[in-house]
């Protein structure tokens, strides 16, 4: 076997290593060691973990990137602070409200209303009530009773009979989780607690009882959250499944997809969107599993002044939804 | 001829009842619909989703 080795070439002299440079011994000695911060995964401290999202606002990502307060028609909305605290809005719509109906067609009212709103925000304390033309009131408070204790209490009141609606709910806050009793009409029990399990993984549970029929439930929903998504899943003993998975691609852009099935009505709805919160836009766009297309735009106009393009698309059902609004004021 | 059904036996009944029956397979065609979808966008945001950013 010969070698593969040419002999013409002589191996180069090797090189004489360079010295090191003298440095200062003393300040080599002060500095600590040069640590490679890839190689050591951060430590958990388990012991203080974060605290979790309430449980109703699991999903909140996805619900603000896909379901944007799509309408028909026209909208004007105009908010006046009189003070730091106090504010007042008046808000016009003009357009299609649509029904729930049995049949696959989808019914419409043209429906037309004022509404007269008024809000009192102190860091402890929150009052929102709003009045419409046709003699509904809703009404909404929040008070931080101490730094972990909060009490939010919601009302709709009607003119219709029985259609009144009120709610308690006590939250409290603790260091790494949250849990929250409500009280409703109609003799509704229910509560939540949610744990955080990891820096990023929490899971909560809910149950539910409904004295006027005496039906309960109970659920479960969990949350994965990083820097870059949050992923969540939620399952109920009515018989729905609720997954979704939100992607930050960037500060000013996020997808979202959410995939819901309900056993009891047989209905299963997927979509797809994404949300681009621009310095003088927001726009929102998501497409269905059902077929269904639609885009949600925000344009600042002005210092406080916001133009609206709503659009939903539908072509199976020949359901087209177009609005366009102006609000005014924060 | 063994007269129990084998579990493959029982998955072949199982999946042709579900696609035969014109009421489960509307369900099951929306079902796998909306899958697909969830499926495919989570897929295509976590390897592409860098192409949609500003």
């Known amino acids: 076997m010969g070698s593969s080795v040419s002999h013409a070439a002589a191996p180069p002299p090797p090189l004489p290593s360079p010295s090191p440079p003298p440095s200062s011994v003393g300040l080599a000695a002060a500095l600590p060691p040069k640590q490679d911060e890839k190689a050591e995964p951060e430590k958990v401290d388990w012991l203080n973990l974060p605290c979790p999202i309430p449980f109703e606002e699991i999903q909140r990502e996805a619900l603000m990137s896909l379901k944007p307060e799509l309408f028909e028609g026209l909208r004007f909305d105009f908010t006046k602070g009189l003070n730091q605290r106090f504010s007042l809005s008046h808000s016009v719509f ?160 996020s997808l979202a ?21 621009l310095r003088q836009c927001r726009l929102r766009g998501k497409i269905d599993s059902n077929g269904v297309f639609a885009a949600f ?22 359901d087209y939804k177009f609005g366009f609004g102006m609000t005014v004021g924060e | ?23 489960k397979w509307a369900l099951n065609s929306k079902l796998l619909r909306a899958a697909g979808l969830f499926a495919a966008s989570i897929v295509l945001m976590r390897n592409f989703g860098d192409l949609m950013a500003i």
């Not at chain 1, 008024?118 to 909404?140: E, H, S, Y």
């Not at chain 1, 997809?257 to 919160?277: A, E, K, P, R």
């Not at chain 1, 735009?297 to 020949?318: C, P, Q, T, W, Y």
């Not at chain 2, 001829?1 to 009421?23: C, H, V």
Request: aromatic content about 10%; glycine content about 8%.
């Open chain 1, 257 to 277: 997809s959410d995939f819901m099935y309900n056993h009891l009505t047989q209905d299963v709805t997927s979509s797809f969107g994404y949300d681009y919160i």
């Open chain 1, 94 to 253: 003009m357009g299609s409200m649509e029904v729930p109906s049995q049949s696959s067609d989808t019914l419409k009212v043209p429906t037309a209303h004022y509404e007269f709103g008024a809000n009192f925000l102190d860091p402890k304390l929150m009052l929102v009530g709003r009045v419409l033309t046709d003699g509904r009131l809703n009404a909404r408070v929040k008070c931080d009773l101490t730094d972990n204790l909060t009490m939010k209490i919601n009302a709709q009141l009607t003119n219709e009979p029985h259609f009144s609606q009120g709610m308690f709910n006590f939250d409290y806050k603790g260091t790494d989780f949250r849990s929250q009793l409500q009280i409703g009409n109609n003799a509704f029990y229910g509560g939540n607690y949610i744990q955080s399990i990891s820096p990023h993984l929490s899971l909560g549970t809910e149950i539910f009882w409904l004295g006027h029929q005496r039906k309960s439930g109970i659920g479960f929903a969990a949350r994965y959250n990083t820097d870059n998504m949050v992923a969540t899943g939620q399952v109920a003993s009515t018989g729905i499944v609720a997954l979704s998975y939100v992607q930050k691609v960037s500060e000013k852009v």
């Open chain 1, 297 to 318: 735009l925000e344009e600042r106009l002005n210092m406080g002044v916001n133009f609206i393009l709503s659009a939903e698309v539908d072509h199976r059902k020949k």
């Open chain 2, 1 to 23: 001829m063994a007269k129990s059904s084998t579990s493959m036996e029982k998955l072949k009944g199982f999946l042709s009842s579900q696609i035969s029956d014109e009421e």
